[in-house]
């Protein structure tokens, strides 16, 4: 919704136009995000999923659920 907000027009709306910019949902593209910076922390050898959901504010689950549909693994491993 931060999203949306900000760029001033009604969810639908925003969605559209953000898709035909970039080829994604606006949810997509912060789940792609996510990912990357997961990503990013695990390759440093970061010992905790939890912590990691925690830095980048979503849910244990939700960066579990992220990772299961892009990797077929939960977030880290498994850690």
């Known amino acids: ?11 639908c709306t925003a969605e559209a136009m953000f898709k ?3 080829g994604k949902t606006i ?3 912060i789940n ?3 990912f990357e910076l997961a990503k990013v922390e695990f390759a440093k050898g970061h010992p905790s999923v939890k912590v990691v959901a ?3 504010a979503v849910s244990r689950s939700t960066l579990d659920r992220i990772f299961m549909s ?9 850690r």
């Open 27 to 29: 949810l997509q593209a």
């Open 1 to 11: 919704m931060d999203v949306v907000q900000k760029m001033g027009v009604i969810r």
């Open 70 to 78: 892009r990797t077929g693994h939960p977030a880290g491993g498994g």
């Open 20 to 22: 035909a910019v970039t």
């Open 54 to 56: 925690a830095q980048l």
């Open 32 to 34: 792609d995000r996510i």
